[in-house]
């Protein structure tokens, strides 16, 4: 098999190349090649000097996480790569495309970088559970220094070429088609002098040696670590590039690399990396079905849902028309719209102008004749049929044919929806989470008469708007609503029971949740939907609006409020709820915290397992991906199916049965048949 890797000769430079589509991943052939180019420079002294570069979309993307958890095949990255940097000829790597993990590292060791503008460069080990592995927490520090490298080892987002320029990542950015000329001119100015290896820096010495680095930054991202054992020992390991040295600072890399490795949490991480792409695969439909070609969107509904849904689309650069039925409404929601862009603004994370050219993008109206020429539609009217039906129908009669009519219900019937239409074919569903601009999970429904090409184009374009999509069957609930459901049901009996609602919270606080469903309540208003009849008390969450606990806006919900919206769990709640179940007539007793886990979580397990068996979800990875995008299921748990294999169905099964909760056949079939549901 040819090797990935080949050499060219420009003159006195060598440029090592790598073509491994797709992303140059440094794979075992790879890292074999890249070491034989290097051995072919250093041996031949007509090079005096060498440009690493890659074809391609990418320089390389990190190491092949598909060799992960196999025996590992040599030559390793962390010895080919200090061949790289001992090298006394100049080494220069060109960048283009995302230069990540392995690749930033590769680019580490060599001695001067240079990059396209376009390009991305960063070390993101820790969103698989990991840190990086060749030495790329000792190289980094002592090239850019603490401050900087902390956020990039440990929080793991790419920086931008010219922001790597900046930190002193990069030594040049040059021309967006000249790169590899550049490299090469670059490298050719560098021979005769002495090379600079970041290994032989030292961290920023004040930054190092100043704790209180550390300490800010653990206070600025203390809540997002929280629970993930990777970016604590990233920062371990950048401190450890301060106060060690290089190679005592490589051995602890390594041996912090290691625990990570054969951890759970990057098991369980790398599930999901590999999760989220088998996502956007829709078994059925072939790979080259058309796509409809969407260059305009129509919005129904300038709501809180309506508008963070054409959000979406404008901050993608794709046109859109709004509709509402009063003048108010839609002034009303566009306002809001341009306030959440200008928030963001603030947050210096968009520009004044960007604003505008997002907002230049939305035209508002009242009128459906407006929409005739969108190639999507998507309404986010009133959560009933008959509207919807409205709704479909006007659209049935003014959108061009082969425009696709999407739904945006939370589990109203795609079907149903579709048969009111002549266009069944093109009907949809688009499951958008509150907030719509922020939240990444979209469920595309797929109706039984779902065109192909619809549900390629609307899952191509969940990806161009920054969605993480998922196909889901047409039942009450789709994935993610239908799982939450049971986990509702179980938290309502467990406090009916006797279990203090504040230990259920805590419960799934405790298990990486954002917040529980009691939390959740006081949060969104416990008088949603309430009938305002305080005499007319048939639930518990009647009984505190009776109260008048609405929830946080009302200071007192589940929980008693300070200004600074500090939870504290309150007694009369917790009388109330008793005096309920009384009168329902449940007996009360103490409820430990791991039956609450067992009866929260596995009924959700269970449920999962039903949507697999009756088609709902493509595959349990599916499932995962709901969850984690859409209701916040700790990413480094995997997901409620991954999690449950790694609990081991069999326990699943006895949880439930010893709690008596119902277990489904699909269940029991994946526990005997080698524990796994995929
Ligand atoms: N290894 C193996 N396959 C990979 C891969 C990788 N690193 N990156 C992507 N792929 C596959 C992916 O599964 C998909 O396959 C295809 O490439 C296109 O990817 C030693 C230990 C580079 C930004 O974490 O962030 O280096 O589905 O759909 O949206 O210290 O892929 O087509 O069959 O995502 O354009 C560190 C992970 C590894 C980068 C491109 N590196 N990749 O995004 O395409 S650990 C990463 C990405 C490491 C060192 C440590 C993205 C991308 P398929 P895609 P994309």
């Known amino acids: 098999m040819t090797s990935p890797i080949r050499t060219e000769r ?4 060598l440029v090592i190349i790598s073509d491994n589509p797709p992303v140059n991943a440094l794979g075992q052939a790879v890292r074999e090649g890249l070491a034989d180019g290097i051995a072919e420079a250093l041996a031949d002294d007509s090079v005096e000097a060498i440009v690493v570069r890659c074809d391609g979309r990418t320089f390389f993307a990190g190491a092949d996480i598909t060799e992960f958890g196999k025996k590992p095949q040599g030559p390793n990255l962390p010895e080919a790569l200090d061949k790289l940097e001992a090298s006394d000829k100049p080494v220069v790597a060109a960048i283009h495309g995302t230069a990540l993990g392995g690749g930033c590292e590769v680019a580490l060791a060599c001695h001067y970088r240079v990059a396209v503008p376009s390009a991305k460069i960063g070390l993101p080990e820790v969103k698989l559970g990991l840190i990086p592995g060749a030495a790329g927490t000792q190289r980094l520090p002592r090239l850019v220094g603490a401050q900087a490298a902390l956020p990039l080892v440990a929080i793991g987002d790419p920086i931008s ?16 088609d000249t790169l590899e000329a550049d490299a090469i001119a670059f490298a050719r100015s560098m021979v005769g002098k002495p090379v600079r290896r970041s290994s032989e820096g030292t961290a920023n010495q004040d930054g190092v040696k100043n704790p209180a680095i550390f300490d800010d930054f653990r206070a600025k991202y203390g809540r997002k670590m929280r629970g993930f054992d990777a970016p604590n020992a990233a920062i371990e390991a950048v401190k450890a590039a301060g106060e060690s040295s290089y190679a005592d600072g490589v051995s602890k ?20 990396f590999f999760a989220e792409r088998a996502a956007n695969k829709i078994d059925d439909v072939p790979k080259d079905t058309p796509l409809i070609a969407i260059n305009r969107v129509g919005i129904i509904g300038a709501g809180t849902m309506g508008g963070g ?20 409404a839609l002034d009303r929601g566009t306002g809001v719209m341009r306030k959440n862009y200008e928030n963001t603004a603030k947050r210096g994370r968009m520009t004044a102008e960007q604003v505008e050219q997002a907002m230049g993008l939305l035209t508002p109206t009242l009128e459906y004749d407006d929409l005739a020429d969108c190639d999507l539609v998507i309404e986010a009217v009133f959560e009933n049929m008959d509207v919807k039906k409205q709704v479909f129908g006007k659209l049935d009669e003014v959108v061009k044919p082969g425009a696709i009519l999407a739904s945006n219900t939370s589990y109203l019937d795609i079907d149903e929806i579709a048969a009111s239409t002549r266009r069944p074919g093109y009907v949809v569903g688009l499951h958008f989470f509150s907030p719509a601009n922020v939240m990444k999970l979209l469920e595309i429904v797929r109706g039984e008469k779902t065109r192909d090409d619809v549900l390629a184009s609307s899952m191509k374009l969940a990806k161009k708007i920054g969605k993480v999509a998922a196909v889901s069957g047409v039942c009450p609930g789709f994935i993610g609503n239908r799982m939450l459901s049971k986990r509702q049901e179980q938290a309502n009996k467990l406090i009916m029971e006797g279990a203090n609602h504040w230990d259920v919270d805590d419960v799934l606080l405790d298990f990486g949740f954002p917040m529980g469903p009691f939390q959740m309540g006081d949060l969104a208003g416990l008088d949603i939907g309430w009938h305002r009849d305080p005499s007319k008390v048939t639930t518990v969450r009647e009984a505190l609006c009776a109260a008048g606990r609405f929830g946080q806006k009302a200071g007192k919900g589940f929980y008693d409020y300070d200004e600074a919206r500090q939870r504290t769990p309150s007694d009369e709640v917790k009388h109330i709820i008793a005096d309920f179940a009384e009168s329902a007539g449940n007996e009360q007793r103490e409820i430990s915290k791991e039956e609450i886990q067992e009866r929260l979580l596995y009924p959700m397990v269970n449920e999962g397992a039903k949507i697999l068996d009756e088609g709902m979800a493509q595959r349990a990875s599916d499932i995962d991906v709901v969850w984690i995008n859409g209701y916040g299921w700790p ?25 008596d909760l119902p277990v489904s056949d699909y269940l029991r079939t994946k526990a005997g048949a080698g524990n796994a549901f995929d």
């Open 635 to 659: 990413l480094h748990t995997g997901g409620p199916m991954f999690w449950a294999q790694e609990v081991g169905l069999g326990t699943v099964i006895s949880g439930l049965e010893k709690h």
């Open 309 to 328: 849904i054409a959000m979406n689309f404008l901050s993608a650069g794709i046109p859109v028309t709004i509709l509402e039925m009063k003048q108010e």
């Open 253 to 272: 890399e390594r041996e912090l690399f290691g625990k990570l490795m054969t951890g759970s949490q990057s098991k369980a991480m790398r599930h999901y």
């Open 161 to 176: 070429a010219k922001a790597a320029k900046a930190i002193g990542l990069l030594d040049a950015v040059v021309g967006e």
């Open 10 to 13: 420009h003159d006195n430079v």
